[in-house]
């Protein structure tokens, strides 16, 4: 059971290039969400995802976009990379079904912006 | 926004000492849970509450969901030194799974 998958574990753009960091989970959970976590900070909601073709802004979106095109699947798009996006980011699921449904994390992409 | 003040913000203790922190929040919470990070990992979930009041263990590890719903308390017993990490807080307050987290505990056992 693989649980959270994130790719790829480490990434350095320069500033203005654009990527997708991806994210699968095997486990049917419906709910999926992207995090970011900076030194000395908790992590911060950048979008998140409810069901299949339904996605919604967390607490820091801008600068990012996501799609959910499938359940197992929610990649998290850069469009123009800057250096304040350098961080570490985490994706997380769970089952919807119910109130407080504890999240899985994936081990994590280390990006870097020049 | 919203913001979850959790404390220590650090600690170094000795092996077998108990440990304990907390977090408490500006609103009510409607669940509450904890987490440990290692160097390099996502987040583990350690134990989750769902009830003000509810005191749920998993191991040597103890939290408590607090009365008033605006804070949580883990509670570590008999500490060994694979318990450092970083200890996190999170919470939901309406069921919208748009938890928020705590900025973290960094734990330090010496042996």
């Known amino acids: 059971n693989a649980g959270v998958t994130q790719t790829p574990k480490f990434q350095v753009l320069k500033t203005g290039q654009s990527m997708t960091l991806q994210c699968a989970q095997d486990?049917?959970?419906?709910?999926m969400s992207w995090y970011r976590q900076d030194p000395g900070m908790g992590l911060r909601l950048i979008h998140y995802?409810?069901?299949?073709?339904?996605?919604d802004q967390g607490e820091v979106p801008n600068g990012y976009n996501v799609s959910r095109s499938t359940t197992e699947d929610f990649p998290l798009r850069l469009l123009s990379a800057a250096p304040s996006q350098t961080s570490v980011y985490f994706c997380?699921?769970?089952?919807?079904?119910?109130?407080?449904?504890?999240?899985?994390f994936g081990d994590g992409t280390r990006l870097s912006i020049l | 926004g919203q913001q979850l003040n959790q404390s220590p913000q650090s600690m170094f203790i000795q092996e077998g000492e108990d440990v304990s922190m907390n977090c408490t929040s500006s609103?009510?919470?409607?669940?509450w849970l904890w987490y440990k990070q290692d160097p390099g990992e996502g987040p583990v979930l350690l134990i989750a509450?769902?009830?003000?009041?509810e005191l749920t263990s998993n191991g040597r590890l103890t939290a408590q969901f607090g009365i008033t719903r605006k804070d949580s308390f883990l509670n570590i017993s008999a500490s060994i030194p694979s318990d450092v990490g970083i200890y996190f807080c999170?919470?939901?307050?309406?069921?919208?799974?748009?938890?928020?987290f705590g900025t973290g505990t960094r734990l330090k056992v010496l042996a």
């Open positions: 609103s009510i919470f409607n669940t």
């Open positions: 509450l769902y009830k003000a009041g």
């Open positions: 995802s409810v069901g299949a073709g339904i996605t």
């Open positions: 997380a699921s769970s089952y919807r079904r119910g109130p407080g449904q504890p999240q899985h």
């Open positions: 486990m049917n959970h419906e709910y």
């Open positions: 999170a919470g939901d307050t309406s069921g919208t799974y748009k938890y928020i």
